[in-house]
């Protein structure tokens, strides 16, 4: 196996950008034509455990986990112009899921509290939370309604683009009110869709690509008769409260990661996992997004654990850990081009948008 350097290239002029968290803290700019770390942004409250797109696709939140941090990371000036931390005293704050709200002013969150007291730790029931991001701190919170003895909004969280309303993702969609939190509507996907649907589950990912208000991504349900597992790909019309299920085939393997499509939505990428440890397989599945279909299965020698991220122009797939190396494999032919050495090692997940967005 070849290991090309990170200064190595192909001749080719600037590209598109990878924000890539890294140790011990900070966010790394990859080109991706040049195919080499060309900027790095120092963090202030720690080590990057997530990175996540603001609203308006021009900033980047890091999410320090030490003292539950939270920096603004400016894509033009590749500068942290905001950062605090949510921890007060002996109150620390464990952050699940958040999102910003379409002014890029708010966060609104699920959050832990765990009290620490002379003999013990007292965990607090899980919260919504809303993150003011000029005042830095916690400005209002509400406790998570509980529904068949599970918080109701643990699930990927997403804002309407009027900013009213808070979609929580789950076994079912809890549309909730952002003033108060109160739920105002539930999407049951445990009602039939289709026959031979019962049960649905799905996270919404992190696509750049994606047009505002829109959701889209694998789903999987089971039938109410023999309990065959089916998967699909879903789409969310946030505005309209709309959505559709299509479904693709039986569950023939032993789970499957986010779907990745490219930026002319005409291609969809994901990874799915047959037999378990050390039986473990790999494979690339290619989906045709206009006829929601599989019309290709590559097996490929994938890390134990890793993530996958698809490059701005979808003609490259980035395998990558927390291993200082960044995997490349070609989109048309599902074959690894080549692996780069960071000699950093990454830490929380990759961004990537196009050059354009970082000047």
Known sequence: ???????????????????AGALPAKILLIDEALEKIVDQVPLNTGVPQALRWSYDR?????????????EVVDLASRKVTNHFVLNDGNRRVQLGNSTPDPEDRLLYATITVAVKHSDRFEIEKPRFAVIDLAQRKITRTADLPMIDGRPAGEGGLRVSPDGKFLYSFADNVRIFDTTDFKLVETIELSKPLYPGMERISMNPRDDPNEPPGTVTGIFQST?????????????????????EFTPVGPVATAGMGDLRVAPDGKTGYAVAFQGAVGNRRCEFWVFDMPTRKVVRKVEFDGPVNFGYTLSGNGQQIYLHGTSPYLEIYDAATLRR??????NEDLTGGILVAPRSAAR
Not at 232 to 243: E, S, V
């Open 1 to 19: 196996m070849q290991i090309l350097a990170a200064g190595a290239a192909r001749g080719a002029g600037p590209g598109p950008l990878l924000y």
């Open 337 to 342: 081009r080549k692996i780069i050495e960071l």
């Open 58 to 70: 021009k900033k980047i939140f890091a999410f320090t986990r030490r003292q539950s941090g939270i």
């Open 223 to 243: 039938d109410p008769i023999v309990h065959r597992s089916i998967f699909g790909i879903a789409r969310f019309d946030l505005t309209r409260r709309t959505f």
